[in-house]
C-alpha cells in the first residue's frame, strides 16, 4: 500500500477543551515519509513529530512537546487520521491544543474529507507485534498481543451507574471506524469540573461537546450516540495514542481501565526491545 496524505489545505475553528479559547487549525499536505507534524505557528512555526517518545504528559489527555513547545489533547484528532489511513500530514495551531469540536473524531474526520485524500509514491510500513507485551497491575493494564489484525478489547469500570461496566471487542476498518467509533464523545464527572477549572483546565468543556456525568445520570443523555458509548470512547482514545507509533500497530490491544498513560507506557515497552516487533511494509 502507498503512503496517504490530504489533497488540499483545510482550516477550522473552535474552542480548546482545556484552554477554552478559540484555536485555528489546518491540516496541510505533507511531503512523502514526513509523517504526522504539529506545528505552532504563535510559536514562531515551531514544530515537531507525533511521536510517542515526545509524549510529555497523560494527566487529562496526550500531550506532546519538544523543549517549551506542546501540544495537547491530540489523541482524537489522531484517531481520525489514523482512521482515515492519512500518514504525512502537516497540523498547524496557534493556540496549545486543536479544537475540541464536538468531543468525538467524527467531526476532524469529516474534516480530512472536506480536503480530500491523495495517494503519495511512498511505501507505508506497518508495527508488527510479535510477542506479548503488558503494562500496568492491580487490574488496570494494557497490553498488545501478537494478531493479523488491529483489534481491540477494552473494559471499563465506574462506580456509577451511568457507565457501570462496559466492555467492547472491535476489529479496525476505516468504514467500522466511522460507524461504531469515531462518533463517540468525551466524556467528565461535574463534580471534578470545578476542580479542573481552577487547575486552568476543562475550560472549553460544555453539554454540546462532552458527555457530563453527575451522580447516576447522563445530565446530557440526549447528546448519546450508544449505549456503550463510554467505552467506545476509550477505544478511540487508545486508537490515536498507539497512531504515536509511526505506523499501523498490527496486533491486539487489550486495555483493562486503562488510559492515557497506560497507553503510552504500553507503546515505550513495545519499543524497548527490538524482539517485541517487526517493522515491515505494507502489502
Known sequence: MTRRTVATEVTTDGVALHAGRMIRMTLAPAPVDYGIVFRRSDMGGAEFPARYDRVTETRL??????????????????????GA???????????????????????????IGRAGIRETAGKLSAVHVLRRVEVGSDGITA??????????????????????VQRM?????????????????????MHELETLNRAGLGRGASLDNTLAIAGDKVVNGHLLRFPDEFVR???????????????????????????????????????S????FRVADVA
Open 85 to 111: 489511513g492519512i500518514d504525512d500530514l502537516i497540523v498547524t495551531l496557534d493556540g496549545p491544543e486543536p479544537p475540541i469540536l464536538d468531543g468525538d473524531a467524527l467531526a476532524y474526520l469529516d474534516l
Open 169 to 189: 471487542e472491535w476489529i479496525f476498518s476505516p468504514e467500522g471506524f466511522r460507524k461504531d467509533i469515531a462518533p463517540a464523545r468525551t466524556f467528565g464527572f
Open 233 to 271: 470512547h476509550k477505544i478511540l482514545d487508545a486508537l490515536g495514542d498507539l497512531a504515536l507509533a509511526g505506523g499501523p500497530v498490527i496486533g491486539r490491544f487489550e486495555g483493562r481501565r486503562s488510559g492515557h498513560a497506560l497507553n503510552n507506557a504500553l507503546l515505550r515497552a513495545l519499543f
Open 61 to 82: 489527555g496526550t500531550v506532546l512537546g519538544e523543549g517549551d513547545v506542546r501540544v495537547g489533547v491530540v489523541e482524537h484528532l489522531m484517531a481520525a487520521v489514523a
Open 143 to 164: 497490553a498488545l498481543v501478537p494478531a493479523k489484525k488491529r483489534i481491540f478489547d477494552f473494559e471499563i469500570v465506574f462506580p456509577s451507574a451511568a457507565i457501570g
Open 273 to 276: 526491545d527490538p524482539s517485541n
